[in-house]
């Protein structure tokens, strides 16, 4: 039912690099009114990462979908990175404004792929992914840990 809903109903949607902090450090309260204005225009489908923010737009996006009927949404996400939780003074450099207290490596192995689907399962607290996406393939993706983003 939720692939009819993007395909019939609602052909635009919003994604989570900006949830995630890229480019302002947005609080929480923040991500929530964005993401309301979002729905209340209409839009179904919401598309996030755990790379964005290092697993915070996947929360946010958990936080506000959590009392939405699930059958009323396409949600998707994607793999390619596992994420530990470590002390603040241990978080990578990253293009994130404010990420969480995250480290990360890229696996795309079949266990990790699992992995990375049940955590992110238990970060939005929803009880079904519609779309995985695999993530950026090489490690070199810009972004990942390039001091020149830090400016």
């Known amino acids: 039912m939720s692939q009819n809903i993007l395909q019939e109903k609602h052909q635009l949607g919003i ?9 302002n450090d947005i609080t929480d309260e923040q991500s ?5 204005i979002a729905w209340d225009a209409g839009i179904r489908y919401f598309d996030t990462s755990p790379w964005y923010g290092l697993t915070k737009s996947e929360r946010r996006f958990g936080d506000f979908l959590a009392d939405k009927k699930r059958s009323e949404f396409v ?43 049940e955590d992110s399962l238990r970060r939005t607290g929803l009880e079904s ?4 996406y ?18």
């Open 75 to 117: 949600f998707s996400t994607k793999v390619g990175r596992l994420f530990n939780e470590v002390l603040p003074s241990e978080v990578p450099p990253t293009m994130w404004k404010k990420p969480l207290n995250f480290d990360f490596k890229h696996d795309y192995t079949g266990d990790a792929v699992k992995r990375s689907i």
């Open 32 to 36: 929530y009114e964005i993401l309301k």
């Open 129 to 132: 992914i519609d779309i995985v």
């Open 15 to 23: 994604g989570g690099v900006a949830i995630g902090t890229a480019f």
């Open 134 to 151: 695999v993530h950026d393939l090489s490690e070199d993706q810009v972004g990942d840990r390039y001091p020149y983003f830090l400016n």
